[in-house]
């Protein structure tokens, strides 16, 4: 599931505020295409939240390196459209925010998923 959840991501566009702009004058509704890579963020948050870090098998490091690296693509374009994205944004850290202080801290603390988790700013 996490490769195909990668793949996905792969191909996930992120739109830009000129983007929005055109669509938005052409009466296109693009809040689907807006979302969709957080959303899949979530679902690959999702996959990695049970994972421990340190059990990670080598084939799911390789899939962790590819995920972070698209993801450090996808932040780098959410970073350079002003105030569209914030950090609810990404799915990674929104993921992780609604688990805090809950009864999955422990798991949490020890999950691969909190090599994702941006620091907030």
């Known amino acids: 599931m996490l490769e195909a959840l990668a793949d996905a991501y792969d191909e996930v566009k992120i739109l830009t505020a ?10 296109i509704d693009d809040s689907s295409e807006f979302f ?22 080598d084939s799911q490091r390789r899939l962790c390196d590819r995920i972070m690296e698209r993801s450090r693509k996808v932040q780098e374009i959410r ?3 002003g105030d569209i994205y914030n950090m609810y944004s990404n799915g990674f850290y929104e993921f992780y925010i609604k688990l805090v202080g809950s009864e999955y801290q422990e798991t949490m603390e020890k999950s691969a998923l909190m090599l994702f988790v941006p620091e907030e700013e």
């Open 18 to 27: 000129e983007e929005m702009k055109e669509n938005e004058e052409k009466g």
């Open 36 to 57: 969709l890579g957080t959303n899949v963020e979530i679902l690959i948050a999702s996959e990695l939240f049970e994972i421990p870090g340190d059990a990670l098998t």
């Open 79 to 81: 970073d350079q459209q």
